[in-house]
């Protein structure tokens, strides 16, 4: 896919029952394939942003349009199809389900999409692995997970652990965007650089839209673009 990915117009946000918006932004695109840092004191509206391109919330009609749809305009059920298969999300406190396994977790991504199971088949026709099962496990290892973690189930694992079996989630049936919010906050430099290696192929070789928010501000020169919400944001952060 080419061409963009995220473009927004006009956008204005306000949570119901705040007396002021959080978001007012006239113009911000990504492109499909880019690769871009947000950055953002806390509580500046990041994590909301990003719940509106992911269709967890919704916007009003024309003002987000994120691979060619019109966000305001889709139904619950259409924005939730959209996620299920073309969006990976890495939220910011995971969401695993916390009784099955690490592997398990990592199915559950193509459980809810056929697009992303079809996606899995494909890539196991050109690859020598043998299963869908399979092919969760090779993404958690080179996540730097280990055969025993795989198979525990994600509340015995570590912070850290728990952010990569959640990455792993995302990036699994290559979705044409992946949302990460925070995803190395808990993680040492060791495995945040590998992270980051991983994250980075798989979006390379699947021409992964990334929009990655962080407060780490090291990890800027990874990436092609970083650009903080106030530069985007008309709403200032004193008024919030
Ligand atoms: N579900 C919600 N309902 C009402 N208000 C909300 C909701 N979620 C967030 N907010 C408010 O929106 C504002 C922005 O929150 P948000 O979580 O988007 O910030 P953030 O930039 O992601 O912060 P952090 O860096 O701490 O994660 C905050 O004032 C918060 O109270
Ligand atoms: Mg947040």
Redesign the pocket.
Known sequence: MTGTCIELKNLEFQ????TRP?LSIPQFTVQQGERLLLR????????????LIAGI?TPKAHQLQVLGHDMGQLSQRQRDNLRANEIGYIF?QFNLLPYLSAQANVLLAEHFSTARRQRIEQSLRASKLSSHKEQARQLLLQLGLSDSDITRPAHQLSVGQQQRVAAARALFGAPALIIA??PTSALDSEHRDSFIQVLFAACQQHNTTLLF?T?DASLAHHFERSIE?TELNQVSQES?
Do not use: I
């Open positions: 949570w119901p029952g705040a959080l953002g004191a806390s509580g500046s509206g990041k994590s909301t942003l990003l719940s919330h910011q919010d925070e928010v407060h919400l919030l």
